[in-house]
Nanobody
Framework: QVQLVESGGGLVQPGGSLTLSCAVS????????IGWFRQAPGKEREGISF????????VYTDSVRGRFTISRDNTKNTVHLQMNSLLPDDPGRYYC????????????????WGQGTQVTVSE
């Protein structure tokens, strides 16, 4: 059974930083991809960053490129999302997801989701 557990959310001021982590179990680390999604109140869930496990290919959505960095720790089966220069548009619940097919993952077509971690950006 695939389990994903997010951590690292919290309250941060605009311009601040947070690092989210996604601990993955029950999912073979030799191929597939992990992605980060976020959902703000009243908005649809959007994919923001993805990393493939076998070759480390990385994708960012335009709204976070240059500010967020995704990375994987193969020794701990964990994916991190370093978020810098947080903006008032960044708050929401952040989820990680895992899928064998990269194409399916980037459109959110997976059954493997974590419970999410809340990010709040406020003075």
């Amino acid at each position: 059974q695939v389990q994903l557990v997010e951590s690292g959310g919290g309250l941060v001021q605009p311009g601040g930083s947070l690092t989210l982590s996604c601990a993955v179990s029950g999912f073979s680390w030799d191929y597939g991809a992990i992605g980060w999604f976020r959902q703000a109140p009243g908005k649809e869930r959007e994919g923001i960053s993805f990393i493939t496990l076998h070759d480390g290919k990385i994708v960012y959505t335009d709204s976070v490129r240059g500010r967020f960095t995704i990375s994987r720790d193969n020794t701990k089966n964990t994916v991190h999302l370093q978020m810098n220069s947080l903006l008032p548009d960044d708050p929401g619940r952040y989820y990680c997801a895992a899928e064998r097919s990269f194409a399916r993952l980037i459109i959110g077509r997976t059954d493997n989701w974590g419970q999410g971690t809340q990010v709040t950006v406020s003075e």
